[in-house]
């Protein structure tokens, strides 16, 4: 069974470059490797084309930046494998990828989730409840029961669970999208597992060279509010960002000033 990595680049310098020397490195199963660049302005696509000519990748220029969803389903129109691997650039992989890709051909029902490691070696890629009000309750009280969402650095799923769940959502242009997917696999009721093999995620990939901090944090403001117009109502909105705002503050009780400023400014963001 072929899986069809794929990949979205746009300005993340060398590590594309790592990344794809880790799977060529590393991985044995029956791959091929699918790199769509949203027209990247550094070298980070023409240095992997000119640096990295193999077989098993293909390298898709889009000509301009559609963002991260639209890429996604771009790249994942030209695949050819049952399974698709949905892979940050700044990441890397190890061998023990092939084992979670005999689980995901053997398991095609289910969607795999590889927890990430980060620079530090502390593991980022946890579960995280569906950010509903009624749902964090459920989180709190009996885990089992919550409907759950993983960061999209790397997930593996069949294609046909892919179309099933919509695909990426291209109503975002970044942040929320994996949260909208998510959603979607949950509605359809697609199993989660989460992987064996770690993912060394490096961050530090383009949105961070792209943006300052005030403009990330208002672009994610942005999507979040699509997300809960798009799926639920602003009511939900408000609601959980206080109950995160109070869980925060009420770990950090010495920060409370300056962060209740802070959460104030932040509703007149991402409009």
């Known amino acids: 069974m072929v899986v069809s990595i794929i990949i979205v680049n746009y300005n993340t310098a060398g590590m594309l470059y790592e990344c794809l020397e880790s799977i060529l490195d590393n991985l044995t199963s029956e791959i091929e490797v699918i ?13 992997c084309i000119a640096g990295l000519q193999n077989r098993k990748i293909r390298y898709v220029p889009l000509g301009k930046n559609y963002g991260f969803a ?3 389903n771009m790249a994942a129109r030209k695949a050819t494998g049952e399974i698709l691997h949905f892979l940050n650039p700044d990441t890397r992989v190890s061998g023990a990828l092939d084992a979670d890709y005999a689980s995901a051909a053997g398991n095609p029902q289910c969607v795999y989730v590889n927890p990430l490691i980060n620079r530090d070696g502390t593991i980022e890629n946890g579960a995280m409840p569906l950010p509903f009000v009624g749902n964090i309750f459920r989180w709190i009280f009996r885990r089992q029961k919550a409907l759950r969402w993983y960061k999209g650095a790397s997930v593996i799923i069949s294609a046909e669970n892919f179309n099933k769940a919509g695909r990426w959502c291209e109503d975002y242009f970044m942040y929320a999208e994996d949260l909208d997917l998510f959603y979607a696999i949950n509605k359809k009721g697609i199993e989660i597992r989460e992987a064996s093999a770690p993912i060394f995620h490096y961050g530090g990939g383009s949105s961070s060279k792209k943006w300052s901090a005030v403009e990330r944090e208002t672009l994610v403001q942005r999507s979040t509010r699509l997300f809960y117009r798009k799926n639920s109502n602003m009511f939900q909105y408000y609601a959980v960002k206080l109950y995160y705002l109070l869980h925060y503050l009420f770990k950090n009780p010495r920060r409370i000033p300056s962060d209740i400023r802070a959460w104030i400014r932040s509703f007149g963001k991402g409009q």
Do not use: P
Request: no cysteine.
């Open 70 to 72: 639209a890429a996604n």
């Open 35 to 47: 790199v769509a660049d949203n027209a990247s302005t550094d070298d980070s696509f023409s240095r």
